[in-house]
């Protein structure tokens, strides 16, 4: 759990730093309004991606590296968490993006400007599926990359880094790229500030995560692994693991078996092969 809560604060920490920075600058006078929406959804969305990633990969040995209550929501539903460790990484989840928003509100001048929110335009019915399609393609990366265990487990962090960035690249300019429960209400504890749509923060990515849960179920389901066949570093059910005491005779039988086939078929051939040339 504390490494959980570690993760989290360092994570948003990071990403609620680069936002304010994109807040103080590219929203002043410096810049037009278009090249400043366009660099400041682009800065934001890196600051996310890149500090999701070096997090992810710090902590996901540690505690999972989850940092999201609506991750640890879908994990729970595919079965890797049990119900009552999620509900308790969704707290301390929830308590880190307090903290994060409370160091940077402490450590940089002026207002707490990192909260989400929807831009003019965008109803609150728009708001709520971005963001549950959103978290539905950043629970999709964990649950690939991450849940499942394959010879590039080991550079999860790498694309689910990138899944975050691509998806706040979309939602960073429409509701202002949430896709997680602690990301919203830690600032918005901070600065004391609600809107009345904030439910939206909550509920889409909740959606999001059951939809890419039901989505990677219905797929285990099918079992999509069987498409391509097993990994070169997965034991297939057919093969006999080679040991010291044991080594691996799979092989061997085989040859047996094509051995006999020739014998059978074409006995002149075969002995032509196999019988050593004498020297007269």
Same mark, same amino acid.
């Given at each position: 759990? /504390?490494?959980?809560?570690?993760?989290?604060?360092? $994570?948003?920490? $990071?990403?609620?730093?680069?936002?304010?920075? #994109?807040?103080?600058?590219?929203?002043?006078?410096?810049?037009?309004?278009?090249?400043?929406?366009?660099?400041?959804? +682009?800065?934001?969305?890196?600051?996310f991606g890149f500090s999701l990633t070096v997090s992810v =990969?710090?902590?996901?040995?540690?505690?999972?590296?989850?940092?999201?209550?609506? &991750?640890? %929501?879908?994990?729970?539903?595919?079965?890797?968490?049990?119900?009552?460790?999620?509900?308790?990484?969704? $707290? #301390?989840? /929830?308590?880190?993006?307090? !903290?994060?928003?409370?160091?940077?509100? #402490?450590?940089?001048?002026?207002?707490?400007?990192?909260?989400?929110?929807? !831009?003019?335009?965008?109803? &609150?019915?728009?708001?709520?599926?971005?963001?549950?399609? %959103?978290?539905? =393609?950043?629970?999709?990366?964990?649950?690939?990359?991450?849940?499942?265990?394959?010879?590039?487990?080991?550079?999860?962090?790498?694309? /689910?880094? /990138?899944? %975050?960035?691509?998806?706040?690249?979309?939602?960073?300019?429409? !509701?202002?790229?949430?896709?997680?429960?602690?990301?919203?209400?830690?600032?918005? #504890?901070?600065?004391?500030?609600?809107?009345g749509y904030d439910w939206i923060y909550w509920v889409g990515?909740?959606?999001?995560?059951?939809?890419?849960?039901?989505?990677?179920?219905?797929?285990? =389901?099918?079992?999509?692994? *069987?498409?391509?066949?097993?990994?070169?570093? *997965?034991?297939?059910?057919?093969? &006999?693991?080679?040991?010291?005491?044991?080594?691996?005779? %799979?092989? !061997?039988?085989?040859?047996?078996?094509?051995?006999?086939? +020739?014998?059978?078929?074409?006995?002149?051939?075969?002995?032509?092969?196999?019988?050593?040339?004498?020297?007269?």
């Amino acid at each position: 759990m /504390i490494g959980e809560y570690v993760g989290t604060v360092l $994570f948003l920490l $990071f990403a609620f730093g680069g936002t304010k920075i #994109v807040t103080s600058l590219f929203y002043g006078a410096r810049t037009a309004p278009l090249i400043g929406d366009i660099l400041s959804s +682009l800065y934001i969305s890196l600051a996310f991606g890149f500090s999701l990633t070096v997090s992810v =990969w710090i902590f996901f040995r540690v505690s999972g590296g989850l940092f999201n209550p609506a &991750v640890s %929501l879908g994990m729970a539903l595919v079965g890797v968490l049990t119900p009552l460790r999620a509900a308790l990484l969704a $707290f #301390v989840q /929830i308590l880190g993006g307090m !903290t994060a928003a409370a160091i940077v509100s #402490v450590l940089t001048p002026g207002p707490l400007e990192v909260r989400t929110t929807l !831009t003019s335009g965008v109803s &609150v019915s728009r708001g709520l599926f971005i963001e549950m399609f %959103l978290t539905a =393609w950043l629970m999709l990366a964990i649950l690939f990359l991450a849940a499942e265990k394959h010879k590039a487990t080991f550079i999860a962090p790498v694309g /689910i880094g /990138i899944a %975050l960035f691509v998806a706040e690249l979309f939602g960073v300019f429409y !509701t202002g790229g949430s896709l997680n429960p602690a990301r919203s209400f830690g600032p918005s #504890v901070v600065a004391r500030q609600f809107n009345g749509y904030d439910w939206i923060y909550w509920v889409g990515p909740g959606l999001g995560a059951g939809l890419a849960a039901a989505f990677y179920k219905l797929l285990k =389901w099918f079992e999509y692994e *069987t498409v391509l066949g097993p990994e070169v570093d *997965t034991p297939s059910p057919h093969q &006999v693991p080679s040991t010291p005491a044991h080594p691996a005779t %799979l092989p !061997t039988e085989r040859g047996d078996r094509e051995v006999g086939a +020739l014998k059978s078929a074409l006995p002149g051939l075969h002995n032509f092969l196999t019988t050593s040339p004498s020297i007269r």
